[in-house]
């Protein structure tokens, strides 16, 4: 579908997020068996579990998958290390500028997509090496930048040569379509693939992201500078009190989140719907259906072609 699928030596022009404890070898492997690019998430993780994670989707699938690298992870190093060890097909990376890893990769062949929040990170990072960006609106679940994806996409198309995915708001075909029309070349897709039967998260998660309307989700962790998108709940408004503090008090309220914040992921994950924190994004709206990985992806195609075929005809 695209010389970015050829690029990466996949059949469609799908990559599935990077979402830390979520993004395991099931999910990974099968998102590549259908077609797409499945992506580990190393997360916070140490190297011998990432390892297990990729020798497992090995088992499982013969086909391309990447892994994703946390930069602000205290094991940033040794998972890069890992990954040029393991000579992983990809990598995508976040929270940070992989430059001091890129001559590695290249040496490796190992095809380099950051996740960028601007135009300037994209210039930056086709600067230093990278084979595309992945341009991620705030419309995304996890961690996210302040410019949409509507919007952020064709400006950064615009200014790279590289290949751009576009990523946050995308959970159909008609999204798939309109990433196209605006230059992408791909996408990549998180949400939608919570409901895979192959993710493994707690099926009370799953149950949350289905019965999510258009505004059940918030923004969390404004105060310490690394936002978060989240599906209301009782943590997500405990955090937001935390946002309407004197400034004199910002600090030590800042503090309070990040150590509130810690684990709150993996409670999610493991089913505490109270007390976790469930990443998700604003097209939670339009999930609501349990799939398999290669029965989202094949439909993710088929409607893209009929929103492409129908746009013609206007």
């Known amino acids: ?7 990466l030596g996949v059949k469609y022009p799908i990559m599935q997020g990077g979402m830390a404890w979520i993004a395991n070898a099931s999910l990974a492997s099968a998102v590549s068996e259908a077609g797409g690019l499945g992506i580990i998430a190393a997360g916070n993780a140490p190297p011998d579990v990432v390892r297990r994670e990729i020798l497992q989707t090995r088992e499982r699938t013969s086909k391309p998958f990447g892994v994703n690298i946390m930069l602000m992870s205290p094991y940033a190093d040794e998972i890069a290390r890992l990954v040029m060890d393991e000579g992983v097909h990809v ?3 976040g929270a940070g500028n992989p430059a ?16 960028v929040p601007s135009v300037a990170l994209a210039k930056k990072m086709q600067k230093v090496g990278a084979d595309a960006v992945i341009a991620e609106g705030m419309e995304a679940g996890g961690h996210i930048g302040k410019l949409t994806t509507m919007a952020m996409t064709p400006q950064i198309v615009d200014a790279v040569r590289i290949p751009v995915v576009a990523a946050g708001g995308i959970g159909d ?16 897709i998180g ?19 289905i019965g999510a ?9 404004n105060i310490t500078g690394h936002p978060v998108r989240v599906i209301r709940n009782a943590f997500s408004r405990r955090l937001g009190e935390y946002e309407f503090v004197t400034k004199e008090q910002r600090t030590e309220a800042a503090k309070k989140v990040e150590e509130l914040g810690a684990g709150a992921l993996k409670r999610a994950v493991d ?20 799939q398999s990985a290669a029965e989202i992806i094949e439909e993710l195609v088929s409607e893209c072609r009929a929103a492409l075929a129908g746009a013609q005809s206007l």
Do not use: W
Not at 173 to 186: D, E, K, T, V, Y
Not at 191 to 209: D, G, Q, S
């Open 213 to 221: 309307n258009d505004i059940d989700t918030a923004v969390t962790g």
């Open 173 to 188: 075909g008609r999204g798939f379509a309109a990433a196209f029309m605006l230059g992408a070349q791909g996408v990549q």
């Open 91 to 93: 990598v995508t990376t």
């Open 100 to 115: 001091r890893y890129m001559e590695g990769f290249k040496a490796r062949g190992i095809i380099v997509i950051p996740v």
């Open 1 to 7: 579908m695209s010389r970015f699928a050829e690029l």
């Open 191 to 209: 949400t939608r693939f919570l409901l895979a039967h192959e993710c493994t998260i707690a099926e009370n998660y799953k149950e949350a992201v």
């Open 271 to 290: 089913g505490d719907l109270a007390g976790g924190s469930l990443m998700a994004g604003q097209i939670s709206g339009l999930v609501n259906k349990r």
